[in-house]
């Protein structure tokens, strides 16, 4: 006796032609973080300046003036050259236009990226009753345009020195308005760019001065 099991449908699979787009779409700050700290990165390891004025340089060489592991190197200037930050051909890597244009704004990518990047990551906990306060990074390394100095105040900031806030049972907390800014650059909004190009102490990160 033979017995044949019919299925009451076919297995159907259901495609959301939309979901790629929106995919697209959803996760765009998550690129746009990857790129800020990319950027950083090739700043605030050398690559950036080994590549400024120079012809395209063999990505082995660049590997070796650089103390670099060859292969890690190419894998994150690959990823750079997706995003037209540097351009790849035979090996050899060079800075795009648009990098090129990056370098007057060196000093916020040092300040923000560099220097807030483990600050944001406390946020979550940070909001938790009783936790304390977050702590920004106070020491950056960069090329002459952010001081290693403690956190400072805001300039309308009507309490004097010392103050801060006092917790349930009276106690004083430390203070929530202090913040580092770029060096030579004004505390609200910078000044524009003047003179020649560069940062440097007591200069703007477009090579003006401050006032």
Known sequence: MTTTTTLASPLRTTVDPSFELRLVEAIRPITEHFLAVGIHH????????????????????????????????????LYLANEDIVQL?????????????????????????????????QI????????????????????????????????????PAGAGRRDRSGAARPRLRQRAVPHGVRQGRPRPAGGRGGAGPGRLPGGGRPG
């Not at 063999?58 to 890690?72: C, F, K, N, Q, S």
């Not at 795009?96 to 807030?116: H, K, N, P, S, V």
């Not at 979550?124 to 936790?131: D, I, K, M, P, Y």
């Open 124 to 159: 979550g906990g940070a909001l938790a009753r009783g936790a304390p306060d977050l702590h920004p990074q106070r020491r950056v390394r960069g090329r002459g345009q952010l001081r290693d100095q403690p956190l400072r105040r805001h300039a309308d900031d009507p309490r």
């Open 89 to 121: 051909a035979d090996d050899r890597v060079a800075l795009t236009g648009r990098a090129r244009g990056l370098d007057e704004f060196r000093a916020w990518y040092t300040f923000l990226i560099g220097g807030y990047a483990t600050t944001i990551q």
């Open 42 to 77: 090739l700043f605030d390891t050398g690559i950036y300046d080994a590549l400024a004025d120079r012809p395209p340089v063999p990505i082995p060489a660049l590997a070796d003036e650089l103390t670099m592991d060859v292969d890690r190197l190419r894998g994150f200037l």
